[in-house]
C-alpha cells in the first residue's frame, strides 16, 4: 500500500499550474461537500432526526477509515470537515429549506466543470483516470497544505 506522501507526489504532478491549484482548492472540498450532500439527501422512509443524512455518515466513517489507514492525523483534519460538511447539509436542508439534493446536484457539475477547465489549463490529465483512488486524495491533498502550513506533520 502506498503511504501517503507518495499518493500526495503523485497527485502533485498534474497540480502544477498555480490557476489549476487556485481552482482545486476551491472545488476539490466543494465536490465532497457536494457528494455528502447528495448521500444526506437519500431517504431512509422516515422522516426523524435519527436517519436524517444517515447514509452520508455511513460513508464517511468508511471513507474516514480509508484516511486514517494513510495518516491519523490527516484523518483527524478530513473528519472535522466531514462534520463540518454533515452540519452544513442539515443546515441547508432544515434551516433554509432549500432542496439539498438539487443544490448539491448543481454544485457537484459547476464545481468539477471548474475542475476540467483547470486540468485544461495544466494540460494534464486529472490523476483519477489513472487510478479512481485519486477522488479521495484531492481532499487529502487540500489538508495536506493547511496542516503543512500550521505545522501538522503527516
Known amino acids: 500500500m502506498r503511504t501517503i506522501n507518495e499518493w500526495l507526489d503523485e497527485y502533485a504532478v498534474s497540480h502544477q499550474n498555480p490557476t489549476n491549484k487556485l481552482i ?4 476539490v472540498p466543494a465536490i465532497f461537500f457536494t457528494v455528502i450532500g447528495l448521500l444526506y439527501s437519500i431517504p431512509l422512509g422516515t422522516d426523524n432526526t435519527v436517519t436524517e443524512g444517515l447514509v452520508a455518515k455511513v460513508v464517511m466513517v468508511l471513507v474516514l477509515g480509508y484516511y486514517f489507514m494513510l495518516s491519523k492525523s490527516l484523518s483527524v483534519g478530513m473528519f472535522f470537515y466531514s462534520f463540518l460538511c454533515i452540519i452544513l447539509c442539515h443546515w441547508i436542508k432544515i434551516h433554509l429549506g432549500l432542496n439539498l439534493a438539487l443544490v ?3 454544485l457537484f457539475v459547476i464545481a468539477w466543470i471548474f475542475q476540467f477547465w483547470g486540468h485544461n489549463i495544466e494540460g494534464k490529465k486529472p490523476s483519477f483516470l489513472k487510478d479512481l483512488q485519486f477522488l479521495l486524495i ?13 505545522g501538522i506533520s503527516l
Not at 482545486?24 to 472545488?27: D, E, F, P, Q, S
Not at 484531492?138 to 500550521?150: D, L
Open 24 to 27: 482545486h482548492w476551491i472545488c
Open 104 to 106: 448539491s446536484f448543481i
Open 138 to 150: 484531492g481532499p487529502a491533498w487540500v489538508i495536506s497544505f493547511i496542516f503543512k502550513k500550521i
